[in-house]
């Protein structure tokens, strides 16, 4: 089980006091709190892996994200991230494919997964695929208990029909999403429970259909 309570302390106390000198001084506590959550995403990986066989050859290193943020071209120039965040793909967190996001922070925790911002290329072919396997498609998303857990499509999408594909498309909206994405929010009580990774594995079993289907489009 992992220590969510002690994680959670810590990204509230560093909302509280986004300075590098109080991140310093905190460094020790926040190299547990790393290392704790890096533990976790271990043992999410091979339990995604038993029916997701493309991350079976991952660790957390390939899928952490850095806690210090790129203040370069933000108005933001608080130096650090509130959250914890790791995504399980193959090929790790710098791949375009689809994959599992697991985001812990204070108030704001959830499970998500597909593509978000791919470029041009790339959401052709996932529109492609949309549009040869609309029913398949609509099979998987439409599914009540995905419903249930991930609500439907609501991402930014284009007015128009996207270039290449006739406007006359009956499930043309299908296509205008600029990201195929989707979230599972958690409570902060859900953060601590003693059976948030089978809840979790249990979730992202229900998104692993989606992510095939996306994955097989860019293949």
């Known amino acids: 089980m992992m220590n969510s309570k002690a994680i959670l302390a810590f990204l509230q106390e560093l909302n ?3 300075n590098q000198e109080w991140f310093h001084s905190h460094k020790t506590i926040y190299n547990e709190a790393k290392l704790e ?3 976790f995403v271990n043992k999410l990986i091979p339990a995604i892996a038993e029916f997701d066989n493309g991350i079976k050859n991952i660790t957390a290193k390939d899928c952490t994200y850095r806690i210090y943020r790129d203040i370069r071209f933000s108005k933001d120039k608080t130096p650090y991230k509130i959250n914890m965040g790791a995504y399980m793909v193959k090929n790790g967190k710098k791949s375009n494919k689809a994959g599992y996001y697991f985001h ?3 108030g704001g925790s959830l499970l998500a997964g597909g593509i978000y911002m791919p470029p041009p290329d ?3 072919l996932v529109r492609s695929e949309i549009y040869y396997n609309v029913e398949a498609f ?3 998303i439409y599914n009540k208990q995905f419903i249930k857990l991930f609500g439907e499509l609501d991402n930014d999408k284009l007015v128009n029909a996207p270039k290449d594909f006739p406007k006359d498309f009956p499930d ?3 296509l205008k ?3 195929y994405t989707f979230i599972h929010k958690l409570t902060d009580k859900q953060m601590h429970s003693e059976n948030l990774l089978e809840e979790t594995i249990s979730i992202f079993k229900m998104m692993y259909p989606f992510n095939s289907f996306m994955n097989h489009a860019l293949e």
């Open 16 to 18: 509280e006091n986004n």
């Open 37 to 39: 959550f890096e533990n």
């Open 138 to 140: 609509k099979k998987i």
């Open 104 to 106: 812990l922070e204070p």
């Open 122 to 124: 790339m959401l052709k």
């Open 177 to 179: 999403y600029k990201n």
């Open 172 to 174: 043309i909206d299908l």
